[in-house]
């Protein structure tokens, strides 16, 4: 072969690789469609997530929504019109406000019946749509700072899915031993290469516990992200799930009440029974907003808290207030944060204890604080 032959050679499959209409084409993702998780209340960020804007209305890091942080993750992979978003009445019109150009559908559930039911509406909603499409769900309000990391361990994800008939979780190595988070334990022998197969679920562990997970190679923290084609999972409800299976069917075909239909999670209605689920392990930036601790920390590094702190001898506290110069003396880690109707101060530590609160306005009826 001439050297000027090698040389066209050697530029064609350069073209190849960098257009696809001259060699092998990425994906095609005409059949992938996002549902987003977005019926939460986010209790636990109260007084700043309140019934009528919960937390994935709240603006945390930047300027924008968590939502739509979520929304923009994935834009770029999809046409909008495949990006829905799964709620309830009450946030549909939030939704709309906030998001509602840059989505294609909005499925509302009649009543909140939990992940499971949630999910398995919108497959038989999709599928009724286009019986080859695959569905990644994605929760609604975790921080991902890094956009580009994430979204390559996606389409990992939804690649292999398109390609095989599993259900593929995305599993987060831990980075500390968390007591808040549900462990995921894969099976490395499985396959060469990941997604690798799931050998076992667990509960949220003791600290004792989750120092231990975090010290073996095939434990990753699950963070509610998974994908699969619409088939596999109406498959896997029918097979393990049949009574929420049977009532959303119904509910579906106008045979039933959404409400009546059995409450439970997606893990322990499909996920912890079904032998036919898969994790891919990542390592992206990411942040459960669980808290107000959480959130206070998160706009800090961002520089988004108010900054009109004075103190003597106070220190490692988080302040989120309205136009008050806050005055701080002789007190430690502490969360203070203020709205227009309510001021809270908690213990850094305590912050989980912020839903009791909720909790007691609800049991005394103080439905104004809400």
């Known amino acids: 072969?001439?050297?000027?032959?090698?040389?066209?050679?050697?530029?064609?499959?350069?073209?190849?690789?960098?257009?696809?209409?001259?060699?092998?084409?990425?994906?095609?993702?005409?059949?992938?469609?996002?549902?987003?998780?977005?019926?939460?209340?986010?209790?636990?960020?109260?007084?700043?997530?309140?019934?009528?804007?919960?937390?994935?209305?709240?603006?945390?890091?930047?300027?924008?929504?968590?939502?739509?942080?979520?929304?923009?993750?994935?834009?770029?992979?999809?046409?909008?019109?495949?990006?829905?978003?799964?709620?309830?009445k009450k946030h549909k019109e939030n939704i709309k406000k906030y998001v509602g150009n840059s989505i294609g559908h909005i499925i509302e559930e009649p009543g909140l019946r939990n992940t499971g039911p949630a999910i398995l509406l919108a497959c038989m909603k999709i599928y009724q749509q286009n019986p080859q499409a695959s569905i990644i769900f994605l929760p609604a309000d975790?921080?991902?700072?890094?956009?580009?990391?994430?979204?390559?361990?996606?389409?990992?994800?939804?690649?292999?899915?398109?390609?095989?008939?599993?259900?593929?979780?995305?599993?987060?190595?831990?980075?500390?031993?968390?007591?808040?988070?549900?462990?995921?334990?894969?099976?490395k022998s499985s396959r060469e290469t990941a997604p690798f197969k799931v050998k076992k679920f667990h509960e949220k562990p003791t600290l004792e516990v989750a120092k231990n997970y975090t010290k073996k190679e095939n434990m990753l923290w699950n963070i509610g992200m998974f994908c699969g084609k619409a088939t596999i999972f109406l498959q896997e409800f029918k097979k393990e799930a049949p009574k929420i299976f049977q009532g959303v069917n119904a509910y579906v075909n106008g045979n039933g009440d959404y409400k009546t239909v059995k409450s439970d999670s997606?893990?322990?209605?499909?996920?912890?029974?079904?032998?036919?689920?898969?994790?891919?392990?990542?390592?992206?930036?990411?942040?459960?907003?669980?808290n107000i601790e959480v959130f206070l920390s998160i706009q800090k590094k961002h520089m988004q808290l108010d900054e009109n702190v004075i103190t003597v001898e106070a220190n490692n506290n988080l302040v989120d207030t309205k136009n008050k110069l806050?005055?701080?003396?002789?007190?430690?880690?502490?969360?203070?944060?203020?709205?227009?109707?309510?001021?809270?101060?908690?213990?850094?530590?305590?912050?989980?204890?912020?839903?009791?609160?909720?909790?007691?306005?609800?049991?005394?009826?103080?439905?104004?604080?809400?």
């Open 1 to 88: 072969m001439s050297k000027k032959l090698i040389v066209i050679t050697f530029c064609v499959f350069l073209l190849c690789k960098q257009n696809p209409i001259l060699g092998e084409a990425p994906m095609d993702y005409k059949n992938v469609y996002f549902v987003i998780l977005a019926g939460g209340s986010g209790t636990r960020l109260w007084p700043l997530s309140r019934s009528e804007k919960p937390k994935q209305f709240l603006a945390v890091g930047n300027k924008k929504t968590l939502l739509a942080q979520t929304i923009d993750r994935v834009c770029d992979l999809v046409d909008k019109k495949n990006i829905w978003i799964s709620t309830t």
């Open 142 to 187: 975790p921080f991902i700072p890094n956009k580009t990391a994430f979204v390559n361990s996606l389409k990992q994800a939804i690649d292999f899915t398109c390609k095989n008939n599993q259900i593929t979780l995305l599993g987060l190595k831990p980075t500390y031993p968390a007591t808040g988070y549900g462990y995921i334990e894969f099976d």
């Open 266 to 290: 997606i893990d322990y209605a499909v996920m912890e029974k079904s032998s036919n689920i898969f994790v891919l392990p990542v390592e992206f930036a990411w942040c459960d907003v669980g």
């Open 326 to 370: 806050v005055a701080l003396i002789g007190v430690d880690d502490l969360c203070i944060v203020e709205t227009d109707d309510i001021l809270l101060i908690t213990k850094r530590n305590q912050a989980e204890k912020v839903k009791e609160i909720v909790n007691k306005l609800k049991k005394e009826n103080i439905k104004k604080y809400l």
